[in-house]
């Protein structure tokens, strides 16, 4: 099919002529949406629980600066924020990680009345709060969202 030739010589549809025009990608179902939101919110779980204990006093292989817990505060969040973005291709799928992540820290941050503390008042506790809660929040802000706010696709 070739597009009609409009005032100025200009084609229509735009583009080419002879070409179609590209076909939106198909919309996720609802359960898969589900599974993936689920999904990130069990990593922001596990990557909460591991990062707090990796943190204090955490191997610090060929006596690099930064602790395992602080990497994997910047570097698990962030690719684990990157892979729900893939997957739903929402900017609320980044978040579920945080959503998960950030009451897990915070419990074990909090002192008990036994006086247990699993995060201590240090740089590097802050830096891994900081690199922790920020790093999904830049993968949804700079990543462009191919779907809505939250892609619950409209009932047919």
């Known amino acids: ?3 009609s030739v409009g005032p100025g010589g200009k084609t229509w549809p735009p583009g080419r002529p002879g070409t179609a025009a590209p076909t939106p990608e198909p919309e996720p179902s609802r359960i898969f949406l589900g599974v993936s939101y689920a999904l990130g919110v069990v990593l922001g779980v596990g990557l909460g629980l591991y ?3 990796l943190v204090p006093d955490g191997p ?5 600066l930064l602790s395992v817990g602080l990497l994997l505060a910047l570097v698990g969040n962030g690719a684990a924020a990157l892979l729900l973005r893939w997957l739903t291709g929402t900017r609320l799928g980044p978040m579920t990680v945080l959503i998960g992540w950030t009451p897990v820290v915070l ?6 009345p036994e006086g247990d503390l699993l995060l201590r008042s240090s740089a590097t506790a802050y830096a891994f709060l900081l690199l922790g809660g920020l790093s999904p929040i830049v993968v949804a802000v700079l990543g462009g969202a ?3 706010l939250t892609a619950i696709p409209p009932p047919r």
């Not at 610090?60 to 690099?64: A, F, S, T």
């Open 146 to 148: 191919r779907r809505g």
């Open 60 to 64: 610090r292989p060929g006596g690099m």
């Open 51 to 53: 990062g707090v204990f």
């Open 1 to 3: 099919m070739t597009g």
């Open 107 to 112: 419990l074990l941050a909090a002192s008990r």
